[in-house]
T-cell receptor, first 114, second 113 residues
Framework: EAGVVQSPRYKIIEKKQPVAFWCNPISGHNTLYWYLQNLGQGPELLIRYENEEAVDDSQLPKDRFSAERLKGVDSTLKIQPAELGDSAVYLC????????????FGEGSRLTVL | DQQVKQNSPSLSVQEGRISILNCDYTNSMFDYFLWYKKYPAEGPTFLISISSIKDKNEDGRFTVFLNKSAKHLSLHIVPSQPGDSAVYFCAASGDFGNEKLTFGTGTRLTIIP
């Protein structure tokens, strides 16, 4: 069974440029998460989807960040415009609804903003 | 406000000995706790969990202990193996894992051959 797939793995952009990350969760996993991990920190939730619905986006900086999960499968996280402080690893994870709390993470997308 | 704290950024243990990783939490609403393991350039992977109705859960070489009165949990690895070298994150949630996880900052474990 394929795991959570994320792309791109690495992205380097200049500040004020836009960037987008893509995530394909494990087949059958209705819940999808985007986490942000800064260097030396633990992952922090940005947004959680159950199917197509964003059920928790309280931590998403909505002035520059947006996310979508069309058809309840793949998801895209966008930053526009990017700032220097956005340099981090963006992790996507999926889980079964009403599961054990066990999240399956992708390898992450490392963003560097110059 | 760090609700889940891992106060030891790093830990070195001799191969074959016991590794003990510690985690403290402040939110009394947390009722489900998990440990994740992370290798470089990979996403975290689930290791073991414990519900607040238990004080111990064991899975092979890994045991998690929960002390609710002290708001403290620990992960024991015995015996430690070189492949255990990784960053370990403690995480907590309310509603038995169905709500969002709050992660600690991680402890880098190095197993010395």
């Amino acid at each position: 069974e394929a795991g959570v797939v994320q792309s791109p793995r690495y992205k380097i952009i200049e500040k004020k440029q836009p960037v987008a990350f893509w995530c394909n969760p494990i087949s059958g996993h209705n819940t999808l998460y985007w986490y942000l991990q800064n260097l030396g920190q633990g992952p922090e939730l940005l947004i959680r989807y159950e199917n197509e619905e964003a059920v928790d986006d309280s931590q998403l900086p909505k002035d520059r960040f947006s996310a979508e999960r069309l058809k309840g499968v793949d998801s895209t996280l966008k930053i526009q415009p990017a700032e220097l402080g956005d340099s981090a690893v963006y992790l996507c994870a999926s889980s079964l609804v009403r599961g054990t709390g066990e999240l399956f993470f992708g390898e992450g997308s490392r963003l560097t903003v110059l | 406000d760090q609700q889940v704290k891992q106060n030891s950024p790093s830990l070195s243990v001799q191969e074959g000995r016991i590794s003990i990783l510690n985690c403290d939490y402040t939110n009394s609403m947390f009722d489900y706790f998990l440990w994740y393991k992370k290798y470089p350039a990979e996403g975290p992977t689930f290791l073991i969990s414990i519900s607040s109705i238990k004080d111990k859960n064991e899975d092979g070489r890994f045991t998690v202990f929960l002390n609710k009165s002290a708001k403290h949990l620990s992960l024991h690895i015995v015996p430690s193996q070189p492949g255990d070298s990784a960053v370990y994150f403690c995480a907590a949630s309310g509603d038995f894992g169905n709500e969002k996880l709050t992660f600690g900052t991680g402890t880098r474990l190095t197993i010395i051959p």
